[in-house]
């Protein structure tokens, strides 16, 4: 199976943790969601921040 990085990633983490791979990909947009949602209304981004290769495609 040929998939995008960021794809590939949603697929082996669905299979982690046990869910469809479908149920992966809708958690991740909601994630990405409100994040961009913070950022948007100015919200400051605190804590441990951990970026992979994927962002970088």
Request: glycine share 8%; net charge negative.
């Amino acid at each position: 199976m040929h998939l995008p990085r960021g794809r590939l990633f949603l697929v082996m983490a669905a299979a982690l943790v046990g869910v469809n791979r479908n149920t992966a990909t809708v958690y991740d947009c909601k994630l990405r969601e409100i994040i961009a949602g913070q950022i948007a209304h100015g919200a400051p981004v605190s804590g441990e921040i951990a970026v992979d290769e994927s962002y970088f495609d």
